[in-house]
Nanobody, 117 residues
Framework: QVQLVESGGGLVQAGGSLRLSCAAP??????????IAWYRQAAGQQRDLVAG???????NYLDSVKGRFTISRDNAKNTLYLQMNSLKPEDTAVYYC?????????WGQGTQVTVSS
């Protein structure tokens, strides 16, 4: 059982920035072995992959966030981050962190990001 605890969401104006954090203390010393990702789901929409990073640090991003969002990880703190800059109203969604390895697949509780115009 691995619990992921998200934080950092909130209300910002267009053009502003937020940094989301997701702590995975239950992964212990194995955190570096997990692939990590951030997903988002806007009201009435499907859940989309926003950013992902393999355990080998290979990253991929949703086209609409490239150049604005950055996924990162701190293996010493068992934590992943999503730095979001130049936020747009269309970024408004619930953001979920994800950590997976082999048959393991864990999700955060979600954090609301609202960007006003």
């Amino acid at each position: 059982q691995v619990q992921l605890v998200e934080s950092g969401g909130g209300l910002v104006q267009a053009g502003g920035s937020l940094r989301l954090s997701c702590a995975a203390p239950g992964t212990g010393s194995s955190f570096s072995m997990y692939d990590i990702a951030w997903y988002r789901q806007a009201a009435g929409q499907q859940r989309d992959l926003v950013a992902g990073m393999s355990r080998g640090a290979i990253t991929n991003y949703l086209d609409s966030v490239k150049g604005r969002f950055t996924i990162s990880r701190d293996n010493a703190k068992n934590t992943l981050y999503l730095q979001m800059n130049s936020l747009k109203p269309e970024d408004t969604a619930v953001y979920y962190c994800n950590v997976r390895r082999f048959i393991e697949n864990y999700w955060g509780q979600g954090t609301q990001v609202t960007v006003s115009s």
